[in-house]
Structure formats: structure tokens, C-alpha cells
């Protein structure tokens, strides 16, 4: 009975949502053009000067987000755990639910900002009167960390108190009682507790910005082209499946690494916890 | 006497094991192993359960007494275990079909259901006739006192309601055995003893039904249990009587475990009470005394003299504690009650006590 | 003399409140504003108002939403489906080995991006003998393929936490495992049942990267018309049609999800 309900699982579930259509991207990526399996695809991959420039965009565009969503969500975070107000668990919940706007929306909405006829380049032209709109980084680097700065905040944040709820008050009470300072509190009793429940969720975020496409979409360009982007372009536009595939298994095998990574942290961090 | 206690106290381990005496069984065990996370939990364990018995399982946290309790439930699995349910033997049977009664420590009452619906749960899933099932819910509800309640959440009533639900909810059934586990722990010192006795007349009314119950107060043991077994890491450290392991302890731990106790090496015995069987040796083992045995007015033919260190108000007694023996090395607690003169901290006493009081326990 | 003090707290309980606002608030203000913005250049505000927008959607606009609306609906109901199947299955396994590698295997659509899980769906379903590629099946199925992650955790978390005494209970007083499931495991996993459809509705409507390699001609999403809107220069319209789609996500969060999840988090920052 349990062996029937497994392999129901497989062939309906496993099968041909997850390992089916993966190992036909696996395949194909070996594949030469005149049909030949070989890692040739790859190597060309590798040493071709512009997929090169493409990786080191992307990652310097990923760590650059994640970086910065990281610090500012870890501080909001910490902010609005010890720092409460009437309304700020309002305001968290409004950050649940930002979940259900579209990755690529938010990068639009920006544009009425922050691009040059945006409003907030108005405002600083015409409340100090400068000559040419001060914010005029969208569509680049910049634009593009800044969007998912902001996307990707909520995705550290959350984690972020969820670990600081985790720690039994009465610690960071006898800690005070003990003579210990706010920072000190802070430094030696709070910030290791809550640690691994930040480094998991930080990796995640990270993992989260590796995946993300819809902003690249919006405010990339030819000059600025990512791995996702360039998958999306020889798929559809090019409509060579077998460049894609390529680069889509270098692209796999760099998100599964860090999930690995996300999950070791994660277990150690969990087991912790309760063995407390 | 005191060579027939001692004799017991030095029989090897026995397990109780005894052939069906006339009521038949109500539960037994067979050489239970349980090895949980590479701990072994339960160490070849067996035991026999008569019908309609109430036994507890005493212990600390650890010692693997829930877990006993699981396994009879059919919750944790054992290598090589056998389990019979009622003279029946259920080791591959699983949990909904051994007819069981089990109340859960935080009660389990299926918050989604009003009480109705949990109390009439197990009805339906035996099949039982809608018809039957409302008269039948409404007299279990009755005998424990809760039947105006039959609309409400369990969200909505006290912890004291809740576990009258959950046991109305386990008999209803008319189970084989009740497994009980640790009912009272959370409930603070009067509640629970009105617990204990409802629970006990709850028992009376239904001699047929076997009850196992895990506890680690020995108060609750001492109270309504037939048989006491006590568990240590995950062995028997004796079972029997709660009088048997009160008056008679197999060894130190057991005694600890039933009450305060005085250890007396041999010789410090051999010193007030001549004509005790002298040949045992302080490596084998001690003399264990009650406080409650120990007199203030000179009656028993042992005598021990010592100062009165401290004195402790136990409601309907007095502890005290009597430094004795060479430089007053020794110290002994003595219970005395609180009518007439009470010695204070400072006095000189002479305790007496009777050979029948010393029971030799080994280590 | 009294030294004024500099109410430090104060103005940092301010900076965190307006950041918030800010960064989570803002930019739903700007679709609504936009979308019924009939002049918006040059100024802070948009300086008019109009119905414009909307009267502009056409027939085949409304196909989309109508078709984003289909498609959420049923990678919903069948992520949930699938993913309550798998929590229950793997439930047994929650310490073992097996266990561990098949969680991590599901988790799997999740730590990819969506194009490469859409070039992938696509690459499996354009031949035959499984063709679905000219249909809105393949569309639905690497959807579901993304939500099942999210629906899954979210119900194998609630059987791991709250639920395992409750089955214990309910075949300690005898019902079959089928019953106890019917009776007690589903029942109580309500809530999470909820926010996991919720969750997967917002989630399909809003998704670019995979619906964007998988879709077959002629088929459309809300997604798919407003960057194809924002690429030719019509902002505004995006906007209408992008309002749209928010007020459908928001809907079904809280209509579905009701208050719970967001609640338990808010509730912890408010109980301090």
C-alpha cells in the first residue's frame, strides 16, 4: 500500500515535474551540434570571452543585491523586533504580504521614481534646483541592485526575526541582570543566538537573487546581460535550445550548490536549537 | 525478621514473570529492547500485568517509562519484543486494533470537534449505530461529571475539564487497558490529589479494567497503585506492592525513590542494637531506616544518641536532623509528630528504633 | 542646566517606520496612481486622473487576465493537492534518510530559477509523444512544478508540529489510518491548506521567467501583456492592467489565507 502510494508519488509528481524535464536539460547540454555527447559545450562555455564577462556581471549584480539586502534586512530587522511602535506589526504584515507583488512590477514601479522623469528626480530637481535629474542610475548596475535590494529585503528580514523571537528572553534578561550593557547584550548574547537563523536566511536570499529574472527583464539592457538573460534570449530569440540548455545546467548547478550549502546551514543551525 | 527481608533483598534479579494466576492477563511483556537514537531505552523488559490490576510505572524522565507505555500503545516498534493485549497477543497488530484506552499528558482532545464529537470519536470508528452513540456518549459524560458540556470546544474549558473529557472520550469504548500517561504532573498539589482519588473510584467501579499508569510522583504510586513497578534506565529496579517497596527496598535507589531514608553502616547497627545479625560488611551494603521509625521516648531496644542540628516543619510532622556517630559524621532524619514537646536545634535526643525497622539494602 | 536630549530612539523608531513605508508601501501607491494617472511627467504627483487606462484594455487584454485567472486557479488547486499527497506520504519519514533526499528533492524547483526550469519543461514537452507545448497545459504544469515547493513545506510543516498527537490519539481510539486522516489530519491542516493555495494563486499570477519560455502563440498572461506594454513604451496601460493583477493577488491573500500567517509574525513584533 505504502509502495503503491510511492510510486504514484513518482509518476505523477517526481517524474515528470522535477527529474524528467531536468535530465532532458542535462542531456541536451552535452550534446554537440551534430548530435555527438560530449562536455565540448561546456568547455566552449568556459572559455568563450563573453560568457565569462555574463557570469562575472551576474555574480558581481548577486553579491552586490545580497549583500546589501542583507545588511539593511538584518538591521530593519533588529530594528523593529527591540524598537517597537504602534503600528509596526502593521507594518510587518504589510511586508508579508509585499510577497504577492511580482519581482518585475516592482522594477517597473521604480522607473516612475527614479527614472528621469521620475518623481523623485523632480522633487530633488525642483527642491534644489539642480540642472539635470541627480538619479540616473536605473537601467544600469545600479538600478538593477537597487531593485532587488528592495525585493529581496522582506526575504531576510523575515528569517531574521523569526531567529530573534527564538532566543528565550530570560537569557538576554540575565545578561542585563548581570551588569552587561545594551551592546554588549547585544554583541556577545544576541548576535551569536540569532546567527544561524540570519546566515540561512541570508544564503537563501542570496539563492533567491541567483533565480530572479523579471527584474533583469525590466531594467537590463545590451550592455549589462546576466545568465538568465542570455538563456531567455538563445531559447526564444535565437531559438538555439542547445546553447541554452548549456548555459542553463552551469546556471543549476551553481543554484543546487548554494541550496546545498542553504541546507546544511540550516539543519545545524535547527538542531541547535532544539537541543537546547 | 530482618534475615527474611534481607534474604529477599539478596535473591538475584527475578523477573515477575508468574504463571496466569485465575484472572488472566491483562497485559504482559516479553524481553522488550528499545533503542531509540542509539540510546537503548528499554533493556529486556518483561512483565505481567493481571486483569483488572492497577499498576504504576514509577521513574525519572529518561528511565523509559512513556516509552513502555508507547509500545504497549503500539507506537514504538521493537525488534524483538512481544506484547499481549487481555490474553491476546498483539505484537503485529497495530494501534486501532488493540482496543486501548490512552490518555495523553496535554489531554489530545481534537480541537476541531466539540466535546460530543470527541467522546463519540472512537464510537464511530468501531462502527457503533448512530442511534447508540448519543445515549452512550451522554453516560460517559455523565460519570465524569461533565454532560452539560456536550456542545463546547476544548479551547473553551479548564485543564481539569479537558482531562475528564479525555478519559470519558478513552472509556467509552470500554477498552481492555488504560494507559495512563502522567495525568496529574501538570496539575498543581490540591487538584491533584483530588484527581487521584476520582481516578481511583473511576478504577473501583470498573474491576475488570486493567490499568498502567506512568508517573514519576511516588505520591501518586503510593496511593492507587496494586503493583508498583520501578524503572531505572530502562530496567525494573523492583516491582511489587507499594508497601513491598516501601517497608522493603532491594536496594538504595529504590529506597531513596519511596521516601526519606537513613542509611546505617553495619557497624554503627551493630554498635545500638546488639543481636542483629552482625555478619554483613559495610561493602555489601546498609541498614535503611524510616525517619517515621525512629522513636524520641526511649521505647525500642536500639538506641542512638545525637544533637539535633536542625528542625523542618513538614504540616503534619516535624523533620529533624540528629548529627550522630563519631563527631557527629552521621546524620539522621528523624520524623516526630508535632504534639507534645518538640526538641530544638542545640537538644540532645536519644533515638530508638526496632530490629523490625532495619532493612538491609545493597548499594 | 538641563541638557536637551536628543531623543535617539525616537527618531530611529521613525527612519525604520518610514523605510518600511518606503520600500513596502510605495511602490503599490505608484501602480495606483499610475493607472489612473492621465498626466504624470515632470511633476511629484501625477497632475490628472482618468478612467482612460482601463477603457483602453481590449478584448484580447482581458483574455489574459481572464486566462491568468484560469491557470492561478488551477496551479493552485493542484500544487495544493500535491503538495498535502506529498506531506502526508512523507510524513513517516520525517527521521530517515530517504526522507531527507526526497525533501530535498522537491525543494529542488524552488533553488533553480524559473528559466532554466521553463527551458527544461519545455525541452520534455515539445516532442511527441508528450506534446503539450501548443497548449495552456504546459503552462500550468511548470507552474505547478514552481508552487509545489511552497505547498508542500507549508503542510509538511503543520503535520511535523501540531498534528502527530492528534493521529496518535485518533488511532489510539481505534480508527483506521484512513479515518484518522479524514477526520482528524485534514480537518486540522485547514489553515495551512489555506495559506497554501493563497500563496500558489499569488504566485502563478505573477510569475514572467518560466510562463515566458513555455508559452505556446496565441496564449497570453497578465505577466506576459504588460511587459510586452512596458517594452513599447506604454506605461500607463501597464499600469491599469498591472493594478489589475495586484488587487487579484491581495484579494486572494487575504480572502484565503484570512489573517493567521501574516498575523503571527506582526504579532510577535507587536507583543513586545
Not at chain 1, 538600478?143 to 530570560?170: K, S
Request: glycine share 8%; net charge neutral; proline share 6%.
Amino acid at each position: 500500500m505504502v509502495g503503491a502510494n510511492f510510486m504514484g508519488l513518482f509518476a505523477i509528481i517526481f517524474g515528470p515535474l522535477i527529474i524528467y524535464p531536468l535530465a532532458g536539460l542535462a542531456w541536451l547540454s552535452i550534446r554537440t551540434k551534430d548530435g555527438n555527447v560530449s562536455l565540448a559545450p561546456f568547455a566552449h562555455f568556459f572559455s568563450d570571452a563573453q560568457s565569462i564577462a555574463i557570469v562575472r556581471t551576474s555574480l558581481e549584480i548577486v553579491i552586490a543585491s545580497a549583500g546589501l539586502a542583507t545588511t539593511i534586512g538584518v538591521i530593519l530587522a533588529a530594528l523593529l523586533f527591540y524598537l517597537p511602535f504602534r503600528g509596526s506589526a502593521t507594518l510587518v504584515r504589510l511586508m508579508e504580504l509585499f510577497v504577492a507583488f511580482p519581482s518585475f512590477l516592482v522594477a517597473f514601479t521604480l522607473i516612475f521614481l527614479y527614472g528621469t522623469q521620475g518623481s523623485v528626480n523632480v522633487f530633488l530637481v525642483d527642491s534644489l534646483h539642480l540642472s539635470r535629474p541627480p538619479i540616473d542610475f536605473l537601467y544600469g548596475f545600479g538600478g538593477i541592485v537597487f531593485a532587488q535590494m528592495i525585493y529581496y529585503i522582506p526575504f531576510v528580514v523575515r528569517p531574521t526575526l523569526t531567529a530573534l523571537t527564538l532566543i528565550d528572553e530570560r537569557v538576554v534578561e540575565a545578561a542585563r541582570s548581570l551588569g552587561a550593557s545594551p551592546l554588549m547584550v547585544a554583541w556577545r548574547v544576541v548576535l551569536p543566538l540569532a546567527l544561524p537563523g540570519i546566515v540561512a536566511g541570508s544564503i537563501l536570499c542570496f539563492l533567491f537573487i541567483m533565480n530572479e529574472f523579471g527584474i533583469l527583464l525590466v531594467l537590463g539592457s545590451a550592455k549589462l546581460v546576466t545568465l538568465p538573460i542570455a538563456i531567455y534570449s538563445a531559447a526564444t530569440i535565437d531559438l538555439d535550445l542547445q546553447t541554452a540548455s548549456t548555459q542553463a545546467v552551469v546556471m543549476l548547478i551553481a543554484s543546487l550548490s548554494v541550496f546545498v550549502v542553504y541546507r546544511r546551514v540550516a539543519r545545524s543551525g535547527s538542531r541547535s536549537h532544539t537541543r537546547g | 525478621m530482618v534475615a527474611g527481608n534481607s534474604s529477599r533483598a539478596a535473591a538475584p534479579e527475578e523477573h515477575e514473570l508468574s504463571p496466569a494466576r485465575e484472572k488472566g492477563i491483562g497485559v504482559r511483556v516479553a524481553n522488550l529492547t528499545v533503542v531509540l537514537g542509539g540510546r537503548v531505552v528499554l533493556d529486556d523488559l518483561s512483565v505481567d500485568v493481571e486483569r483488572g490490576e492497577f499498576v504504576t510505572v514509577l521513574g525519572n524522565s529518561g528511565c523509559g517509562k512513556t516509552t513502555l507505555l508507547r509500545y504497549i500503545a503500539g507506537f514504538v516498534p521493537s525488534p524483538n519484543g512481544k506484547v499481549w493485549i487481555a490474553g491476546r497477543e498483539v505484537t503485529e497488530i497495530p494501534p486501532h486494533r488493540r482496543n486501548i484506552g490512552l490518555l495523553y499528558q496535554n489531554y489530545a482532545l481534537f480541537p476541531h470537534m466539540a466535546v460530543f464529537e470527541n467522546v463519540a470519536f472512537g464510537l464511530r470508528a468501531r462502527g457503533v449505530p448512530t442511534a447508540e452513540i448519543g445515549p452512550k456518549v451522554t453516560s460517559a459524560l455523565r460519570s465524569v461529571r461533565m454532560e452539560e458540556f456536550e456542545r463546547y470546544r476544548p479551547a473553551q474549558l479548564s485543564g481539569g475539564m479537558q482531562q475528564r473529557i479525555a478519559l470519558a472520550r478513552a472509556l467509552v469504548i470500554k477498552p481492555e487497558i488504560l494507559l495512563l500517561d502522567e495525568p496529574v504532573s501538570a496539575l498543581d498539589a490540591n487538584l491533584r490529589a483530588a484527581v487521584r482519588t476520582e481516578i481511583k473510584l473511576l478504577h473501583k467501579a470498573m474491576p475488570e479494567l486493567t490499568v498502567i499508569y506512568v508517573t514519576h510522583d511516588r505520591d501518586d504510586a503510593l496511593m492507587l497503585s496494586d503493583r508498583v513497578m520501578l524503572l531505572r534506565e530502562g530496567r525494573i529496579a523492583q516491582m511489587g506492592t507499594p508497601q513491598e517497596l516501601y517497608d522493603r527496598p532491594r536496594d538504595r535507589f529504590v529506597a531513596n525513590y519511596l521516601g526519606l531514608s537513613n542509611f546505617l553502616s553495619p557497624a554503627a547497627i551493630a554498635k545500638s542494637l546488639p543481636g542483629l545479625d552482625h555478619a554483613r560488611d559495610e561493602k555489601d551494603g546498609h541498614y535503611c531506616i524510616r525517619p517515621e521509625s525512629f522513636r524520641l521516648d526511649g521505647g525500642g531496644p536500639g538506641r542512638l544518641a545525637g544533637e539535633v542540628a536542625r528542625c523542618e516543619w513538614h504540616g503534619s510532622a516535624m523533620l529533624l536532623a540528629v548529627e550522630t556517630g563519631e563527631s557527629g559524621a552521621e546524620t539522621i532524619l528523624v520524623e516526630t509528630p508535632r504534639r507534645g514537646s518538640v526538641p530544638a536545634p542545640g537538644d540532645r535526643v536519644v533515638m530508638s528504633f526496632s530490629p523490625e525497622d532495619c532493612v538491609f539494602v545493597r548499594e | 542646566m538641563a541638557k536637551r536630549r536628543i531623543p535617539w530612539l525616537a527618531i530611529l523608531r521613525f527612519l525604520t517606520g518610514a523605510t518600511v513605508l518606503w520600500l513596502f508601501a510605495v511602490p503599490a501607491v505608484v501602480v495606483i496612481l499610475s493607472a489612473f494617472a492621465s498626466e504624470w511627467i515632470a511633476s511629484v504627483f501625477p497632475t490628472s486622473f482618468t478612467l482612460h487606462w482601463f477603457n483602453e484594455i481590449d478584448a484580447s487584454d482581458w483574455a489574459a487576465v481572464i486566462t491568468s485567472f484560469e491557470v492561478a486557479a488551477m496551479v493552485a488547486s493542484l500544487g495544493t493537492i500535491l503538495g498535502v499527497w506529498l506531506a502526508l506520504s512523507l510524513n513517516r519519514f520525517e527521521r530517515r534518510r530517504v526522507g531527507g533526499i526526497l525533501d530535498a528533492l522537491i525543494m529542488v524547483p524552488n533553488s533553480v530559477p524559473s528559466v532554466v526550469l521553463g527551458l527544461a519543461v519545455l525541452l520534455a514537452y515539445h516532442t511527441p509523444p508528450l506534446n503539450i507545448s501548443s497548449s495552456w497545459a504546459i503552462v500550468v504544469l511548470v507552474q505547478t512544478a514552481l508552487v509545489l515547493p511552497f505547498c508542500y513545506r507549508m503542510n509538511a510543516a503543520a503535520l511535523k508540529q501540531e498534528i502527530p498527537v492528534f493521529r496518535e490519539a485518533g488511532a489510539s481510539l481505534g480508527a483506521p489510518p484512513a479515518m484518522v486522516v479524514r477526520r482528524v489530519v485534514l480537518p486540522l491542516l485547514e489553515p495551512a491548506i489555506r495559506a497554501s493555495v493563497a500563496l500558489a494563486f499569488a504566485f502563478s499570477l505573477g510569475d514572467l521567467g518560466a510562463t515566458l519560455m513555455v508559452y505556446p502563440p496565441g496564449f497570453s498572461t497578465v505577466p506576459i501583456v504588460v511587459i510586452e506594454d512596458v517594452e513599447r513604451g506604454f506605461y500607463y496601460r501597464a499600469s491599469a492592467l498591472a493594478l489589475i493583477l495586484l488587487t487579484l493577488s491581495f484579494a486572494s491573500l487575504m480572502f484565503l489565507a484570512g489573517r493567521s500567517r501574516g498575523k503571527k509574525v506582526a504579532a510577535v513584533v507587536g507583543e513586545r
